[in-house]
C-alpha cells in the first residue's frame, strides 16, 4: 500500500492522472477514486492534479497548481477546507468575488460553531443575511439581542423586534418599534387592536398608505361607522367597497363621484343601482358611457329623451354597437340638423347611399378621415352601383374645393379624366405629372400637356420635356407643332434667335404633316402657312449673313424682304430694318442710317427702336443728323437680345439641340 501511495504521489508530479486511478485503486482510496470520477468535468488539467494532490494530503503541491490555473474558486474552497479563512476572505476579495458573500456567510457560521458570537456578527452582516441569522443566533439572549437592534437602527430589525414584542403582548414597545420602523400598517393594526381608531386614523390620514387606510376602513365598517368607512375604503383606492357600502346605506351623494373614480365594471354596477329610479337616469346613461357600455347608454339616453347625453355619446361610438341604435341616432341627429354627426353615424353603420346623399344635399364639410369613412368597400354591393357612389363622392369633394380627395375617388371610381380634372384644378404640378404617367390614357397625356403649357415653361427644362413628351405619347402632333410654332416666336420676339426659330419650325411642320386632323383641308392650310414662314426665315438668316460677304446683296434681299406681304408674321419690320440701320451706320452713312429709321416709325409708328438698333448706334445717327431722338427711341436698353434671361436661353438650346 505504501508502495502504490509513493507511486500516487509521483503521479502528482508527473500529471499522471490515469496511472493515479490504478494507484488509488490498488491503495484501497475509495474516497480518491470517487473524487477523481467527479473532477473529471473540471477543463483544466491542473485542477484535476491538484484535487489528486489534495486526497492524497499534499496541501502545498494542490495550492500551487490551483494557482497556476487560476482556479480561484477552487483555491477558495481549498482554503475553507483547510481551515485558512484568512486566505480565504482575502481571495475572494481580490479574485473570486462572485463568492465573497458566501464565503463571509460560512466564516460566519464557522465562527458561531466556534462560538465566538461576537465575530459572527459582523461576518452575517456583510453576508446580507443579518435578518435572519442574528435573530436566529441571539434569539435565547434577549438582552443583546435588543441592544445589537438598537445600535444598528435597521428598519426591517427593527421591524422584526416590534413583530416580537407584539407576539408577547408588549403592545406599547411594538408601537415604539413600529414607528421607527416607518410601518404604518402595523401600527393602524395595533391601534385597531388596542381599541384606539382616532390614533389609528391620525396615522392613516399622516402616511396614506393604502394597506392601511384599507384595514383601518373594515374596523370602522365593523363598528357601523360608514362615513368613516367609505372615507378610508377611499383614500386606500378600494372604491367597488365603498360603493357597496354607498348602495347599502343609501349614500347617494358620494355614489356617483366615487364610480366615476373606480373601474369600468363597478361603474356598471353603480349605472344599475341608477338605472332602477326614474329620476336618476342621467346618471346611468353617464357611467355606462363612461365604462364603454355605449348600447346600454344609448337605449337609455332615447328612453329618457336626454339629447345632450346623445351628441356626447356619439362622439365615441364605433362599429361594435348596434346597428339599430346607431340608425336612430343618425334618425335624430338628421331631425336636429346636425348632418355631419349623422353621415358619421350611417358611415359606421355601412349606410353609404344615404350618408352621401346627406353629404350632397346639405353641403357636409368633407374631412379627409370623413371620406375614407364613406368609401365603400369592394364586394360590398355591385361594382356599377359603388363607382356611382364614388363619384358622387368625389363631386361632393370637387364642390368643397378637395381636389385631391376628388381625384382619389375618382379614380376608385374608374373615371380616371374626372380624376385628371380635380387634378388640374388643384393646380399640383408633380401630381398632374404622374398621374398622367401612371394612367397611360391619351387624353389624360394631352390634358397635362395643355395643363403645362400654361406654365412659364421657358425657365423650367423638365416642364417642356414633359410638354413634349406627353404630346406625342398622346399622339396629339397638331398641339405639339403648336407647341413648336408658340417657341419659335418667344426665339424671334425674346431673343432675336431667328436660327432656332427655324429649328423649332421645322419640327413643327414635322409633327403637322404627321398629324391625323379631322379636318385635311385646314391641316393641308396650316402647312401651307408654315412653309412659307419656314421660307421667310429662312431668307432672312441668309440675307442677315450676307452682309458679311456681300453687302449690297444683302441690303437688296432686304428691301425683297419688306416687299413680302406676310412678313410680320414670320419676320419682324423692326429686324430686318435692324439690320439695314445697323449695317448703314457702320459704314459712316448716318444720312442713309435715319431714312430707314423714318421709314421704320412710318411703317410702325409705336416701334420703340431700342428693341431692334444698339442705342448707341442711334444715338450716333441722331447726333450725326442733327436730329433729337425722339419718341420710340426707349430707355436706353441698348440690346434687347440682352434682356432675356441667361438660363431662358439654355432652355431653349436644350429643347433644339436635343430633336
Known amino acids: 500500500s505504501a508502495v502504490w501511495e509513493s507511486m500516487a504521489k509521483m503521479c502528482v508530479k508527473t500529471r499522471r492522472l490515469d496511472v493515479a486511478r490504478v494507484c488509488l485503486a490498488n491503495m484501497g482510496h475509495a474516497r480518491g477514486a470517487r473524487a477523481m470520477r467527479e473532477v473529471d468535468k473540471e477543463p483544466e488539467r491542473d485542477a484535476r492534479v491538484a484535487r489528486l494532490a489534495i486526497e492524497l494530503g499534499m496541501n502545498e503541491e494542490a495550492e500551487v497548481l490551483l494557482k497556476n490555473c487560476q482556479r480561484f474558486d477552487l483555491l477558495n474552497i481549498f482554503y475553507q477546507s483547510t481551515d485558512q479563512w484568512g486566505k480565504a476572505l482575502e481571495i475572494a476579495e481580490m479574485s473570486d468575488r462572485i463568492h465573497l458573500r458566501t464565503t463571509f456567510y460560512k466564516y460566519a457560521k464557522h465562527l458561531e460553531a466556534s462560538g465566538d458570537i461576537t465575530a459572527a456578527i459582523p461576518n452575517y452582516e456583510k453576508s446580507g443575511t443579518q435578518y435572519f441569522e442574528v435573530p436566529r443566533m441571539l434569539f435565547d439572549e434577549t438582552e443583546m439581542l435588543e441592544a445589537y437592534i438598537m445600535k444598528t437602527k435597521d428598519r426591517k430589525l427593527r421591524k422584526w423586534w416590534a413583530q416580537y414584542m407584539e407576539s408577547t403582548g408588549e403592545m406599547d414597545v411594538a408601537l415604539k418599534f413600529y414607528q421607527q420602523a416607518a410601518d404604518p400598517l402595523s401600527l393602524v393594526r395595533v391601534y385597531c387592536y388596542c381599541g384606539n381608531l382616532d390614533k389609528a386614523a391620525e396615522v392613516a390620514n399622516e402616511t396614506g398608505d393604502r394597506a392601511a387606510c384599507y384595514h383601518l376602513a373594515r374596523q370602522f365598517e365593523n363598528n357601523d361607522e360608514i362615513k368613516q368607512a367609505i372615507h378610508f375604503f377611499t383614500r386606500a383606492m378600494a372604491f367597488g367597497n365603498a360603493i357597496r357600502i354607498c348602495k347599502e346605506h343609501g349614500f347617494e351623494d358620494q355614489l356617483m363621484n366615487l364610480a366615476l373614480l373606480s373601474t369600468p365594471n363597478d361603474m356598471i354596477e353603480a349605472a344599475r343601482h341608477y338605472e332602477d329610479r326614474p329620476d336618476t337616469l342621467d346618471k346611468a346613461v353617464m357611467l355606462y358611457h363612461k365604462a364603454g357600455h355605449f348600447s346600454r347608454a344609448l337605449e337609455l339616453a332615447f328612453e329618457s329623451k336626454q339629447f345632450g347625453a346623445l351628441e356626447l355619446i356619439s362622439q365615441d361610438l364605433d362599429d361594435s354597437i348596434d346597428p339599430v341604435l346607431l340608425e336612430r341616432c343618425a334618425e335624430f341627429f338628421t331631425e336636429h340638423g346636425q348632418h355631419e354627426r349623422a353621415v358619421t353615424m350611417l358611415a359606421v353603420v355601412k349606410k353609404y347611399a344615404e350618408a352621401i346623399s346627406i353629404c350632397s344635399s346639405h353641403d357636409v364639410r368633407l374631412t379627409e378621415d370623413l371620406v375614407e369613412k364613406l368609401t365603400i368597400p369592394k364586394d360590398f354591393m355591385d361594382q356599377h352601383q359603388r363607382e356611382r357612389l364614388l363619384s358622387k363622392l368625389a363631386g361632393c369633394c370637387m364642390n368643397q374645393g378637395e381636389y385631391h380627395l376628388a381625384c382619389k375617388k375618382y379614380t376608385q371610381a374608374g373615371d380616371k379624366e374626372k380624376a385628371m380634372r380635380a387634378l388640374l384644378k388643384s393646380g399640383d404640378t408633380e401630381k398632374i405629372i404622374f398621374f398622367a404617367g401612371v394612367s397611360?390614357?391619351?387624353?389624360?397625356?394631352?390634358?397635362?400637356?395643355?395643363?403645362?403649357?400654361?406654365?412659364?415653361?421657358?425657365?423650367?427644362?423638365?416642364?417642356?420635356?414633359?410638354?413634349?413628351?406627353?404630346?406625342?405619347?398622346?399622339?396629339?402632333?397638331?398641339?405639339?407643332?403648336?407647341?413648336?410654332?408658340?417657341?419659335?416666336?418667344?426665339?424671334?420676339?425674346?431673343?432675336?434667335?431667328?436660327?432656332?426659330?427655324?429649328?423649332?419650325?421645322?419640327?413643327?411642320?414635322?409633327?403637322?404633316?404627321?398629324?391625323?386632323?379631322?379636318?385635311?383641308?385646314?391641316?393641308?392650310?396650316?402647312?401651307?402657312?408654315?412653309?412659307?414662314?419656314?421660307?421667310?426665315?429662312?431668307?432672312?438668316?441668309?440675307?442677315?449673313?450676307?452682309?458679311?460677304?456681300?453687302?449690297?446683296?444683302?441690303?437688296?434681299?432686304?428691301?425683297?424682304?419688306?416687299?413680302?406681304?406676310?412678313?410680320?408674321?414670320?419676320?419682324?419690320?423692326?429686324?430686318?430694318?435692324?439690320?439695314?440701320?445697323?449695317?448703314?451706320?457702320?459704314?459712316?452713312?448716318?444720312?442713309?442710317?435715319?431714312?430707314?429709321?423714318?421709314?421704320?416709325?412710318?411703317?410702325?409708328?409705336?416701334?420703340?427702336?431700342?428693341?431692334?438698333?444698339?442705342?448707341?448706334?442711334?444715338?450716333?445717327?441722331?447726333?450725326?443728323?442733327?436730329?433729337?431722338?425722339?419718341?420710340?427711341?426707349?430707355?436706353?436698353?441698348?440690346?434687347?437680345?440682352?434682356?432675356?434671361?441667361?438660363?431662358?436661353?439654355?432652355?431653349?438650346?436644350?429643347?433644339?439641340?436635343?430633336?
Open 440 to 659: 397611360r390614357m391619351r387624353n389624360l397625356y394631352v390634358m397635362a400637356a395643355n395643363y403645362l403649357q400654361s406654365l412659364d415653361w421657358r425657365k423650367d427644362p423638365e416642364i417642356m420635356k414633359n410638354i413634349i413628351s406627353f404630346y406625342t405619347k398622346g399622339r396629339a402632333l397638331d398641339s405639339l407643332a403648336g407647341f413648336y410654332d408658340a417657341c419659335a416666336q418667344v426665339e424671334i420676339d425674346e431673343y432675336q434667335n431667328y436660327e432656332k426659330a427655324m429649328g423649332a419650325l421645322t419640327e413643327a411642320f414635322k409633327c403637322l404633316t404627321k398629324a391625323k386632323m379631322a379636318n385635311k383641308q385646314q391641316q393641308e392650310s396650316k402647312i401651307t402657312e408654315l412653309k412659307s414662314r419656314i421660307a421667310l426665315v429662312k431668307k432672312f438668316i441668309q440675307t442677315r449673313r450676307l452682309f458679311d460677304s456681300d453687302p449690297q446683296e444683302g441690303i437688296k434681299q432686304c428691301h425683297a424682304l419688306l416687299g413680302e406681304q406676310d412678313l410680320e408674321s414670320s419676320v419682324r419690320f423692326g429686324d430686318v430694318y435692324g439690320l439695314l440701320i445697323e449695317y448703314c451706320a457702320s459704314q459712316g452713312n448716318h444720312e442713309k442710317a435715319y431714312h430707314y429709321i423714318q421709314e421704320l416709325r412710318a411703317r410702325m409708328p409705336n416701334v420703340t427702336l431700342s428693341y431692334f438698333v444698339n442705342m448707341k448706334t442711334l444715338e450716333a445717327v441722331h447726333r450725326s443728323v442733327g436730329a433729337p431722338l425722339g419718341r420710340g427711341v426707349g430707355n436706353g436698353d441698348a440690346d434687347k437680345s440682352k434682356l432675356g434671361e441667361e438660363s431662358e436661353e439654355e432652355v431653349m438650346e436644350e429643347l433644339y439641340d436635343g430633336e
